[in-house]
């Protein structure tokens, strides 16, 4: 019995090094179908690492996000909301609430002449908020950081604005300097810090500069971000904001947002899988048509091992592994291009490349798996040969 399968493991190793071997009887044949598999697990990481890199900062900005924050029920979002002013008083009066800072957010058209729009690489957030109380924390309108250059805003102060260290870096402005916003002219008087790089791309400035240089309607906020008197109670405060303004407002923290959040991406991200995967579903289909040219140029090869004992599922096996180790080089090649193109992808990009193990093992599975299912009608058809009619071929 030992000998016995001493004897079958030798067969395998025997039948595993033919099927490496045979990979190099047509070695451009061979090339293409790696280099297709390769180009494939390539194309499905540089996407997703993008959507798991913006997924990343994006958590990191919300993650910087403390307490509530309050806009217009049935409205698209925080940026496009607009309330009264007057629901200050009101909120600041339910229990709990330390604070409901008012907030009016935009995007800007131009910085320093250039334009900013809706592209996500030159995008630049306008932040006004109410400086009619000294700034003493580290928060401001729930956003977390910390000045590392200049100062805050006094109260009544115009004119004035604090940049992100990512708008520092891209036009070149420090405390003292002037910047052009939407073709207004603001004084730099501080540089602040988050821990995203999104929370960093951004503009704050008086909530009444900000009101005159976009339009805004007069004695309107475009949301309120609401402060507690203790942190823990978030849930609690929530429920009672929600009970007394629910029908006016909407009530949301951060842990909502969040959540929200990690479950759109999470569906961008798998689309994003998906259309990346066809590049290597079409390699499969070429890698079908390169076993099926190999087998048939094999015909009297494959018939005189079937003639020496060889059964059809051995000729299966041998032709599936042939796939596999395709599919193993294209995979290993393609995430190790992956890994590579990671650098150039973040520079181009603007934010932080996401190259993780978990991304890495599903796109060389993936390879793998297209490998192997590519082999299976190339193998089937292997062994359906007849070797009387394939010794008999001249």
Avoid at 269 to 284: K, L, P
Wanted: glycine letters at 10%.
């Amino acid at each position: 019995m030992r000998s016995r399968t001493i004897s079958e493991a030798e067969g395998r190793i025997k039948m595993i090094k033919m099927a490496f071997y045979n990979l190099f009887r047509r070695k451009s044949r061979t090339f293409l179908s790696v280099f297709m598999i390769a180009v494939g697990v390539l194309s499905i990481i540089a996407l997703v690492s993008i959507v798991d890199g913006l997924f990343a900062d994006v958590q990191g900005a919300v993650g910087q996000l403390q307490g509530i924050m309050v806009f217009q029920k049935g409205g698209m979002g925080p940026m496009y909301s607009q309330l009264d002013e007057d629901y200050r008083g009101k909120l600041e009066s339910v229990y709990g609430v330390k604070k409901a800072e008012p907030v009016i957010m935009s995007l800007a058209k131009s910085v320093e002449g250039k334009g900013s729009g809706f592209d996500y690489m030159n995008m630049v957030r306008l932040i006004g908020t109410d400086f009619s109380q000294e700034t003493t924390g580290q928060s401001v309108s729930g956003v977390t950081g910390e000045i590392v250059a200049g100062r805050h805003i006094k109260p009544g102060e115009k004119g004035k604005v604090i940049i992100g260290t990512e708008i520092q870096d891209k036009y070149n402005k420090f405390p003292g300097n002037s910047i052009k916003i939407n073709g207004e002219k603001f004084q730099v008087i501080g540089v602040y810090k988050t821990g995203s790089k999104t929370s960093n791309s951004a503009i704050l400035m008086n909530i009444d500069d900000l009101r005159e240089l976009i339009g805004f309607p007069a004695k309107k906020v475009a949301y309120f971000s609401v402060s507690l008197e203790n942190p823990e109670e978030i849930d609690k405060v929530a429920k009672l904001l929600k009970f007394k303004y629910g029908e006016k407002l909407q009530i949301a923290n951060t842990a909502q947002f969040s959540e929200s959040i990690a479950s759109a991406i999470g569906d961008i991200r798998s689309m994003v899988f998906a259309v990346a995967a066809i590049a290597a579903i079409v390699a499969g289909v070429g890698i079908i048509n390169t076993m099926l040219m190999s087998i048939m140029e094999r015909f009297k090869e494959i018939g005189a091992l079937k003639a020496t004992g060889w059964t059809n599922s051995n000729i299966m096996v041998m032709i599936l592994y042939e796939s596999a180790f395709i599919g193993i080089i294209g995979g290993v090649l393609g995430c190790l291009l992956g890994i590579a193109a990671s650098i150039p992808l973040s520079q181009a990009s603007g934010f932080d490349i996401l190259v993780s193990p978990e991304l890495l093992l599903e796109s060389f599975t993936f390879a793998v798996c297209i490998g192997i299912a590519a082999g299976l009608y190339p193998a089937w058809k292997a062994s359906k040969f007849d070797p009387v009619q394939a010794l008999a071929m001249e």
